[in-house]
């Protein structure tokens, strides 16, 4: 689609968007006046969430946190809604360090954080409000975690973490014309503004507190094989051949992160976000690193969930052909990190 016809096609859905706009915010009104109730539990809880659709960095920062917090909280649960999985209702996709459900009931994200916060109660439900009282009335936790649940206000929170990712003009108009789920002055709801490093700071950040607002960042890390053990670190690959491939919002970064690290691309593929792996799109991958001359596969782990059903029936051919298959660990920068860590537990046992 040209930058024209989604100019234009922007312009007509400005209309739209104004609707939208205006029911989030007659919604939000209703629950600033207490005339829609919010369920308020006796487990503190903190929600990770964004303003606008497309990738954050959300997933990356809510395991971060879940470890940290792990070092104050004995219990943690994380609920999540579990985003394009098969099937509805409460499921438990992970206890005391077993992994319950596959990555179609769970959901890719969910999936993932089981794999990397290996003690931690998680669950997906569309209903949080049903996940909490489940979690009350098991005991599994002394603390939750609300992934991506700033527009869910169904449930009330301890303190609400919002990454925030300046764009262009249109990015500051609701669906569908922009990327806002709700008005961008909404982000005043926000307890702590995350923003990503390297942006400028914008009329939206400057709704938060300066004391509130921190810089985070994300780099790549590890090395990890289909099983999540550690490899090596990304530096060892550089200067070698690889077909990397990612099925996240922004692959690109994803690449470009790989090329800043001396990685030679012989190939990338892209693929949509939450997308479901086919056994023949990893033999296309394979055939691309035969072709090209590639030494290593690498992902990201969020598709590393999505095909590890598949790699046993691929594991002969890689070692035929001797190719490395990999995938990179997402790293968390957070400025100021002891003063976040500080004040965030001091709401959540206060």
């Known amino acids: 689609m040209s930058r024209y016809v989604l100019l234009?096609?922007?312009?007509?859905?400005?209309p739209v968007?104004?609707?939208?706009?205006?029911?989030?915010?007659i919604r939000n009104i209703l629950y600033d006046m207490g005339l829609l109730p919010a369920y308020k539990s006796k487990i503190p809880v903190v929600s990770v969430g964004n303003i606008s659709v497309g990738g954050t960095g959300k997933t990356p920062f809510t395991i971060w946190l879940a470890q940290h917090l792990g070092q104050r909280f004995k219990l943690i649960a994380i609920v999540s809604r579990g985003y394009k999985r098969r099937g509805r209702g409460l499921k438990i996709v992970a206890e005391q360090g077993k992994i319950l459900c596959d990555v179609q009931t769970a959901g890719d994200e969910p999936m993932l954080m089981a794999?990397?916060?290996?003690d931690a109660f998680i669950l997906v439900s569309e209903n949080r409000k049903k996940a909490l009282r489940h979690i009350e009335l098991t005991e599994a936790a002394d603390l939750i975690i609300l992934d991506d649940?700033?527009?869910h206000r169904r449930v009330a929170r301890d303190a609400d973490v919002?990454?925030?990712?300046?764009?262009?003009?249109?990015?500051?108009?609701?669906?569908?014309?922009?990327?806002l789920r709700e008005v961008v002055w909404r982000l005043k709801r926000a307890t702590y503004l995350l923003q990503r490093k390297g942006n400028a700071v914008d009329l939206a950040t400057r709704l938060i507190p300066a004391q509130r607002r921190f810089t985070v960042d994300f780099e790549l890390g590890n090395v990890v094989d289909d099983s999540f053990?550690?490899?090596?670190?990304i530096e060892a690959w550089a200067g070698k051949r690889v077909v990397a491939f990612a099925g996240i919002a922004h692959p690109s970064s994803f690449f470009e992160m790989l090329a800043q690290k001396g990685i030679v691309l012989a190939e990338t593929v892209a693929f949509a976000d939450h997308y479901r792996y086919t056994e023949?799109?990893?033999?296309h991958l394979l055939h691309l690193c035969r072709k090209t001359g590639a030494q290593c596969l690498l992902c990201t782990e969020k598709d590393l969930v999505k095909i590890q059903e598949f790699l046993p029936v691929m594991e002969a051919e890689l070692k035929v052909n001797g190719i490395f298959f990999g995938a990179v660990t997402l790293q968390v920068r957070l400025q100021r990190e002891k003063e976040?860590?500080?004040?965030?537990?001091k709401r959540l046992t206060k």
């Open 8 to 14: 234009l096609l922007r312009i007509v859905l400005i």
């Open 162 to 179: 919002v990454l925030w990712r300046p764009g262009t003009f249109w990015d500051y108009w609701p669906l569908p014309t922009g990327r």
């Open 17 to 25: 968007s104004l609707c939208y706009g205006l029911l989030t915010e």
């Open 280 to 283: 023949d799109d990893l033999s």
């Open 149 to 151: 649940a700033f527009q």
């Open 229 to 233: 053990g550690l490899q090596n670190k």
């Open 115 to 118: 794999h990397k916060v290996k």
């Open 340 to 345: 976040f860590m500080n004040d965030l537990i």
